[in-house]
Nanobody
Framework: QVQLVESGGGLVQPGGSLRLSCEAS????????MYWFRQAPGKGLELVAQ????????YYPPSTKGRFTISRDNGKNMLYLQMNSLKSEDTAMYYC????????RGKGTLVTVST
């Protein structure tokens, strides 16, 4: 079955960086667009980055553009999210997903940006 396992979250100070990883299995990873979503406490699911199959085209909403970078390694079935210049409003549970609605996603990794 589809498995998506996120890692790399933690506590970081404002202005800091984190790199999230997602290990995918149970589906043809190299045939799927992939996505990162987040959900802050009391808020809905928000798309933060998406990447096409070969990793040549990416999309970021205004809230993460210029600070976050999504990448993938199709040989290792891995998805990554490099997050720089983190802000307190980036605090959320972060999920990788294999569909654009975030329905098929992992259990998430918590990112807390705080002093």
């Amino acid at each position: 079955q589809v498995q998506l396992v996120e890692s790399g979250g933690g506590l970081v100070q404002p202005g800091g960086s984190l790199r999230l990883s997602c290990e995918a299995s149970g589906f043809p990873f190299r045939s799927e667009w992939m996505y990162w979503f987040r959900q802050a406490p009391g808020k809905g699911l928000e798309l933060v980055a998406q990447i096409n199959i070969p990793g040549t085209t990416t999309y970021y909403p205004p809230s993460t553009k210029g600070r976050f970078t999504i990448s993938r390694d199709n040989g290792k079935n891995m998805l990554y999210l490099q997050m720089n210049s983190l802000k307190s409003e980036d605090t959320a549970m972060y999920y990788c997903a294999k569909d654009h609605q975030g329905t098929s996603r992992g259990k998430g990794t918590l990112v807390t940006v705080s002093t």
